[in-house]
Structure formats: structure tokens, C-alpha cells
């Protein structure tokens, strides 16, 4: 499986973004995918996990705020980032996963990941 992940930039605090991430190779092997980001200085933290049958969870620092979805024939994730913050940047990367699992939060329970996209919120 290769992830490719794109729509990074600069914007605004209090603007919008969507990030896109495109699936190819053996999609039908993915379960689980989720959006991490990774500022500098800091850990790998998850942002958004969407499940096969398009179960989320979020990031408390993001609930309201980022709308992850995905679009199975398409084989592409999407977080939708609204009213973002100067804390918000970052690199983010999309990820994917083989299996279930309730540990979905940890970097280590994915099998793929995409290069990373940088988002930078700044006036």
C-alpha cells in the first residue's frame, strides 16, 4: 500500500484547509486510517482515525474544529480543517492500518505511512 498525502500550505488562523490522501497498491487490505501530525520538537499525535464503516475519533485539541471522512471508491481520506490555530501547524502524515484495534491512537498500530504534508497557520 502507498499513501500519498497532499494539500498542505499556508493559512490563515481562523481559516480553512482540507488534506487529501490517496491509497494505491493492495486497498483492499485497509481497515483503519487515521491523520497524525507531528510539530517541531514534538511526538507523533494522532488527529483523526475513521474506521472501516466510517467510525471517528479525534484529538480533543481538534473535536469541532477537523472533519476526518473517506471515500472508498475514491480510496482516499480526507481531513477537513476549519477555524484552525497557530498550534495547528505542523507536518502531517495519513496513515494505514490492516486490522482493528483499540489501541488506534498509537503511531505503532499502523502498517502504512505517507509522506508528510506541511500545514502552517499563520498570519
Known amino acids: 500500500v502507498q499513501l500519498q498525502a497532499f494539500g498542505g500550505g499556508l493559512v490563515q488562523p481562523g481559516g480553512s484547509l482540507r488534506l487529501s490522501c490517496a491509497a494505491s497498491?493492495?486497498?483492499?487490505?485497509?481497515?483503519?486510517m487515521g491523520w497524525y501530525r507531528q510539530a517541531p520538537g514534538k511526538q507523533r499525535e494522532l488527529v483523526a482515525h475513521?474506521?472501516?464503516?466510517?467510525?471517528?475519533n479525534y484529538a480533543d485539541s481538534v473535536k469541532g474544529r477537523f472533519t476526518i471522512s473517506r471515500d472508498n471508491a475514491k480510496n482516499t481520506v480526507y481531513l477537513e480543517m476549519n477555524k484552525v490555530k497557530p498550534e495547528d501547524t505542523a507536518v502531517y502524515y495519513c496513515a494505514a492500518a490492516t486490522y482493528d484495534s483499540s489501541r488506534y491512537y498509537r503511531p505503532e498500530e499502523y502498517d502504512y505511512w505517507g509522506k508528510g504534508t506541511l500545514v502552517t497557520v499563520s498570519s
Open positions: 497498491g493492495s486497498i483492499s487490505s485497509i481497515n483503519r
Open positions: 475513521i474506521t472501516r464503516i466510517g467510525s471517528t
